[in-house]
């Protein structure tokens, strides 16, 4: 497994587990590359300079995105920094008799160019049979759009290698690098493993503490990172229209925490005059709460993103049988409601309607008790770790 980050609580990161955890029940064995790695991936390369938040690598994203040319100092540095982690992923399949590598988004969005161009250079030298899992691609993207250096997008994100074979997780995705490239790919959602469940329930009082509720406290529990795409302005709204002052919005992800948007946030929630708190799920730190302990504390799971490679949240609230409100953001309209789940939905934003079934929900909690069923069973049959094993091995099995 090979990406610039395995760690916290990004959906790239749970979906590299999850894929792990699925093949490992069929005798597959793994080991970890990558710039900020988990003590938990092991074993793996630690190797510090292929991160996509290193003051290096955010200088050079600098000076190739978002202008027209780049000075020949960059380009060297930009080489020298391929070279060094060509050479890091080679010692890396040697040490660790790497088989197969599968890439976790590190051929599909350029955070981390040199990581790229290396894992390609990789492939393109050894031959070693290599699957991209692409979480989203630079196209989806504005901040990728003017590229001094576009030869190299069309290089390494992704690579069109004989070996390379391509994996995504949602129907446009497979649609537009088909359009694109001429290449096609497998579509692996994200998954939860719902044929075993939980493996423990959630402490519902362990986040509620953590929070610093009181025992009558209604929590709307927004379970993502704090950046603007995750729409928490839809929640701080809805929270507002039911009008209740016993409701608290718990936002519950602090890895990458956007603080301008934060601040701006926090500023609406004070016109509105709504509770917003910042109260991470830290997963395996003995004594603080749990992602399991944050939904099992939540009246109701709001996911109002105005765009998702997949939703991996959104499974996660399924997972642990809790009453949904989303968005209808692209993927969710295509990929995830055909499957039949059953949410409280808006397009865009709060309406009355909205409003009055989540009030509805929350005075009757057993009222949301057969949606709750069904989605879990929805997702047993459309995305669990059987789905891994389905489509993840026979391609392990032809490389």
């Not at 290396?118 to 979480?135: D, E, K, N």
């Not at 250096?149 to 537009?176: E, K, Q, S």
């Not at 088909?178 to 939860?192: C, F, K, Q, S, W």
């Not at 039911?242 to 925490?257: C, K, M, Q, W």
């Amino acid at each position: 497994m090979v990406s610039t980050r395995f760690a916290g609580l990004d959906g790239v990161t749970l979906e590299a587990r999850k894929i792990a955890e699925a093949l490992g029940r069929d005798g597959h064995t793994f080991a970890w590359f990558a710039g900020e790695l988990d003590p938990s991936f092991s074993p793996g390369m630690h190797v510090p300079s292929a991160f996509f938040d290193t003051p290096e690598n955010l200088d050079l994203q600098a000076a190739i995105f978002g202008t027209e040319a780049v000075e020949l100092a960059v380009s060297a540095r930009l080489a020298a920094m391929v070279a060094e982690l060509t050479e890091a992923l080679l010692r890396f399949v040697a040490e660790h008799g790497v088989d197969v590598l599968v890439v976790e988004n590190a051929l599909a969005i350029p955070m981390q160019l040199p990581l790229g161009l290396a894992i390609t250079q990789v492939a393109a030298i050894t031959g070693i049979p290599t699957i991209g899992h692409h979480h989203d691609f630079s196209w989806e993207r504005v901040h990728y759009a003017r590229c001094a250096l576009p030869g190299i997008l069309d290089l390494a994100f992704p690579p069109t290698l004989a070996g390379v074979h391509h994996v995504v997780i949602n129907l446009d995705a497979r649609d537009a690098l088909y359009d694109r490239t001429g290449t096609e790919a497998i579509v692996l959602p994200n998954v939860m493993d719902f044929e075993t469940g939980p493996v423990r329930a959630g402490r519902a009082e362990a986040y509620r503490r953590a929070a610093g509720l009181e025992d009558d406290d209604v929590v709307l529990l927004q379970p993502t990172r704090v950046i603007p795409r995750k729409g928490i302005e839809l929640t701080i709204e809805l929270a507002h229209r039911l009008a209740d002052p016993r409701i608290r919005v718990l936002v519950s992800h602090a890895d990458d925490l956007d603080e301008a948007y934060w601040a701006k946030l926090r500023r609406l929630a004070e016109e509105r005059d709504v509770d917003l708190r910042l109260v991470p799920a830290v997963p395996g730190d003995l004594g603080d709460p749990r992602l399991a302990d944050a939904y099992a504390a939540a009246d109701l799971v709001c996911y109002p993103s105005l765009w998702e490679g997949f939703g991996n949240a959104l499974l996660e609230a399924f997972f642990y049988r809790r009453p949904v409100f989303v968005n209808r953001y692209p993927v969710y309209v295509r990929d995830i409601a055909p499957t039949g789940v059953e949410c409280i939905e808006i397009d865009g934003r709060v309406d009355d309607d909205a409003v009055a079934r989540v009030a509805r929900w929350l005075e009757d909690p057993e009222g949301a008790a057969a949606a709750v069923e069904r989605n879990y069973e929805v997702g047993r049959r459309h995305f669990s770790y059987e789905i891994v094993r389905r489509r993840l091995g026979p391609l392990l099995g032809s490389a």
